[in-house]
């Protein structure tokens, strides 16, 4: 890992106690310590990599194979309904996986605040990043 300063790379290299939930030569994840729900896990590439879409194809599907697979160790061990997989990363700037469980009539609420287009301007914004591939 580097990333001298970020604190994630000092997560998984030891220097910040946590609770690890999974480790590869690739990969660490660890339970976040403001969780949304009681087994929220972070999963993050050893790799220094601010932001995913810096990140090689390879790493990007292998990151989510191993979120696959802590994700039915999730259901099974916690006994949940399902596991919600947020990508947000702006909090620390170390590319990560939110892995929280859901279980029944949880009321967690995670919509993101709302805005609406103006006229014409939601085919715009469309065209503004279809026109870049």
């Known amino acids: 890992m ?3 300063n970020c604190i994630f790379c000092k997560i998984g290299r ?3 106690p946590c609770s690890k939930v999974y480790e590869d030569d690739k990969f ?3 339970l976040d310590i403001k969780p ?3 087994g929220h896990t972070l999963l ?3 790799e220094h990599i601010v932001w995913m879409q810096e990140s090689d194809d390879e790493t990007i599907s292998e990151i989510f194979k191993v979120a ?3 994700m039915t160790a999730m259901k099974k061990g916690l006994s949940c309904e399902l596991v919600q997989v947020s990508v947000v990363g702006k909090d620390v700037p170390h590319f990560h996986i ?3 469980p859901r279980f029944e009539n949880d009321e967690i609420r995670t919509h993101h605040q709302m805005v609406n287009y103006e006229n014409g301007e939601k085919q715009e914004i469309a065209n503004k990043i279809s026109s870049t591939f």
Do not use: M, N, R, W
């Open 68 to 70: 696959k697979k802590i």
């Open 44 to 46: 993050i590439p050893k």
């Open 2 to 4: 580097t990333g001298e």
């Open 36 to 38: 949304v729900s009681k």
């Open 14 to 16: 030891d220097e910040i």
């Open 28 to 30: 660490f994840a660890f």
């Open 98 to 100: 939110h892995l929280f």
